[in-house]
Each structure stands twice: as structure tokens, then as C-alpha cells.
């Protein structure tokens, strides 16, 4: 179904991932291990379209071709993309956050019986589905972070470490929940870190080691594998060489700087502020957990004028930038409406901002699918 040919991938000079070639079937789960830095998020990042990097080879979801296409299109092909870092939006409800994944026209139409599926596989979100997202434990979010990606209506998912900083008991719980969703006819092509859990619900597995594939065999077989043991498993040392430096665990640095998420999270609260409310002095006591972008960026067309239901997108994206950056020294009484000025970097800045121009139509595209999603959400509920 999903088949991965000679895929390479470069950034700049650097040569990330080199002809490698993997499968995803119907209704199995196939993981990919190997040690940091040996190209597991770019072979996602690949397949659903988002790799920064030069991608050249062959993707193919039965039969049609991936590369160079758009991220939207190639969830309507049926692939769907649940990123490290889970990329939920703290500040809408389970029910909101799921419903964002049904944007793809294929899933649009289905959109209350991908739900229900959801729904049913995680009964959990049906009991905490008016429940803000960020109020929710770590293994809950991913769980709804799995979910959101099943609205679009899947044949294969692909997930990035979707364990990292998962407890023992949430680990295992979500790897339960990832059988489930297998056993529901669905592909899986899961990253992994957490080789012992991965490979006990996997099928087949691959192992990358300096962007190259250099092993391929069904998971029963590497579990047993005495070199793959000492790799990655932490095994005895066995005779053989070992096919991977052994793996350093988390924990990641934290990223320098707020994701495009956490821009956009910072301006959905500032649809719910009065306008007069001025710009918090502090932050939050409890930060929103959102960090990662969408599962695959929306449609790419973004708003150009006016804004959604009232809203004018180009002054909260703005009002987001002011606040983030710190550059808010006075509160403004009211939302920004005059164009985006380079902000002027004072002597401790809160916060390093990222290039937003790069983000910017991106994340006007996602606040619109955000406010159309939850105005949906807020209709049905009524
Ligand atoms: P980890 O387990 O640490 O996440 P990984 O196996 O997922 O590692 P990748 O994130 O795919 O590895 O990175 C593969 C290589 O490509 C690394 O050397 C990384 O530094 C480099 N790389 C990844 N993304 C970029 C980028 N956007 N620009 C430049 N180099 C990159």
C-alpha cells in the first residue's frame, strides 16, 4: 500500500537519508529503529510531504505518487501524519482538536463517523470531550493527537516517537491503543525510541543507521536478535558487531524558541480576551502544552482579507507576534490592526522568536481551519 523506494533526502550538504526503501501494509504495524540523528523523522517528515530538505526517490500510496506532492493532498491520499511533540491546541476542547482533522475533503463528508470510530476505539475521549486539551494528562493527549489524525479518515498512520515523555504506564497504555487502531485495518508506520515496546506490538521493523536501511525482518525476529539486543534493547553484549550506536533516550532540548502552534495558541486566547484586557504581565502558571505543528499543513490557500466569522486573522497573527516576542511593554487596550513591523529586539528579550514570515500564510490558514472547526463543534453541541 505505502511503498518507500530509493527515498533520499538531503539538507544542504548533508545527506540525511539515502535510498531507502520500506513498506506499509494494510493492518500492520511496522516500526523504525535507530539512533538519533539516523533520519527516522526525515522518512516521515518525507512521506507526508514536510521534510524541509531536498527529497528525491519514489513514494507511493497505492500506486500514486508522493513526492512533490502537497502535505493537504497527500492526506487525501490516506496517509496521515501524528507528529512528535503531538501538536494539539491546548485551548479547544478534545472535541475541537479532533475535529480539525477532518478538514481533508475525504474526510469532511464522514466527519461525525470518523467520530464516532474515534470514539469508539478511545472511549476516553468521548467522557472528556467538552475537556480543554491542555488539562490533560500526557498519554491523553496523545491520544487525542492519534485521534485527530484518524478524522481525516486514514489508511496509514505515521506517528514520530509518539512515547517520548510518556510515563511507563501511559507508554504502555498507548501502545495498546496503537494495536487497537492496527486492528481496526489501518497501516502504521511508527518512529520509535522505545524499542521493546514498539517491537512487542510490531509486525515488521526496519533498522536505520547513517540515513542508510541496513536491516529489515519481522519484529519477532529482531526482538531476538542478539545484535539488535545490544543495540537497542540493552541487552548482554553478544559477539557480533553492534548494527547501531547504542541509543540515548530522551530527554530532547527544549526548542529555542515558540513553535507556529504556540503562536497560534497564544492567538486563540486572545480571541477569548475582551479586547480592552491588557497583555499578561507574566506568563500563565500553567503553560500550554502545545508544540508541534498540525498533523500536515491545511489547504495552502490562506484567508486573504477579512478574517473568519468576524475575526481578522492578520491582526491576531500580529497581536500573537507582539505577545510572544515580549514587545508588548504597555498593554494595547485593543487588538493591533496596523501592519506587522520588525520588532526591535530590547537588551533580555522573553522570548526568541522564530522567522515568522516563514509561518506566517500557514498560520493564518490554520487559525481559519481552527475558528470554521470550533464554530462547527460549538453548532453541534448546542
Ligand atoms: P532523532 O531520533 O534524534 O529525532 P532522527 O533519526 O529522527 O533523530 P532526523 O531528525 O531525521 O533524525 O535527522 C537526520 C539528520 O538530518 C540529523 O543529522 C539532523 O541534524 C539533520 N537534520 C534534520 N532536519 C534538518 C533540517 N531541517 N536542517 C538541517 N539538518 C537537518
Known amino acids: 500500500m505505502l511503498e518507500v523506494s530509493k527515498l533520499s533526502a538531503t539538507y544542504g550538504q548533508h545527506r540525511a537519508l539515502e535510498d531507502a526503501s520500506i513498506r506499509v501494509n494494510k493492518g500492520e504495524i511496522v516500526v523504525i529503529l535507530g539512533a538519533n540523528g539516523a533520519g527516522k523523522s526525515t522518512l516521515l517528515k518525507a512521506v507526508s510531504g514536510i521534510c524541509e530538505g531536498q527529497v528525491s526517490g519514489s513514494i507511493t500510496m497505492n500506486g500514486t505518487e508522493l ?16 507528529p512528535e511533540g503531538r501538536g494539539i491546541f491546548g485551548d479547544l476542547s478534545v472535541e475541537e482538536n ?27 475521549l468521548r467522557e472528556r470531550r467538552r475537556q480543554t486539551a491542555r488539562t490533560m494528562s500526557g498519554g491523553e493527549q496523545q491520544m487525542v493527537a492519534i ?12 506517528l514520530d516517537e509518539p512515547s517520548l515523555g510518556l ?4 507508554c504502555k497504555e498507548l501502545f495498546q491503543n496503537l494495536k487497537r487502531v492496527r486492528d481496526s485495518g489501518i497501516g502504521i508506520l ?54 547501531a550506536a547504542p ?17 497560534a495558541a497564544a492567538a486563540m486566547k486572545s480571541i477569548a480576551q475582551p479586547k480592552t484586557e491588557p497583555a499578561p504581565k507574566a506568563p500563565a502558571p500553567k503553560p500550554t502544552p502545545v ?4 498533523p500536515t499543513p491545511p489547504p495552502s490557500t490562506p484567508p486573504t482579507s477579512g478574517g473568519v466569522n468576524g475575526i481578522d486573522i492578520n491582526a491576531l497573527v500580529n497581536h500573537a507576534r507582539e505577545v510572544s516576542a515580549g514587545s508588548l511593554a504597555k498593554p494595547t487596550g485593543s487588538l493591533p490592526s496596523r501592519p506587522a513591523t520588525p520588532s526591535t529586539p530590547t537588551s533580555q528579550p522573553r522570548l526568541k522568536m522564530p522567522d515568522l514570515n516563514a509561518h506566517g500564510d500557514r498560520l493564518k490558514s490554520m487559525l481559519a481551519e481552527m475558528e470554521e472547526a470550533a464554530q462547527r463543534a460549538r453548532q453541534r453541541n448546542k
Open 167 to 170: 510515563a511507563p504506564l501511559l
Open 247 to 263: 541509543i540515548s533516550p530522551p530527554p530532547r532540548p527544549a526548542p529555542s524558541g515558540p513553535s507556529p502552534s504556540e503562536i
Open 190 to 243: 511508527l518512529v520509535e525510541q522505545n524499542a521493546r515496546a514498539s517491537l512487542a506490538i510490531a509486525d515488521r521493523g526496519y533498522l536505520l543507521e547513517n540515513a542508510h536501511i541496513i536491516h529489515e525482518d519481522t519484529a519477532e525476529k529482531l526482538a531476538n536478535d542478539s545484535a539488535v539486543q545490544k543495540a537497542y534493547l540493552g541487552g548482554a553484549a553478544s559477539k557480533q558487531a553492534p548494527v
Open 291 to 294: 508544540a508541534a505543528p498540525m
Open 98 to 124: 479532533l475535529t480539525l482533522g477532518a478538514y481533508a475533503s475525504r474526510a469532511k463528508d464522514a466527519e461525525r463517523s470518523s467520530l464516532d470510530k474515534v470514539y469508539a476505539l478511545f472511549p476516553k
Open 147 to 158: 485521534g485527530r489524525a484518524m478524522m481525516s479518515n486514514p489508511s496509514i498512520l505515521t
Open 67 to 82: 513526492v512533490g506532492m502537497k502535505p493537504d493532498r497527500i492526506v487525501e491520499q490516506g496517509v496521515a501524519l501524528v
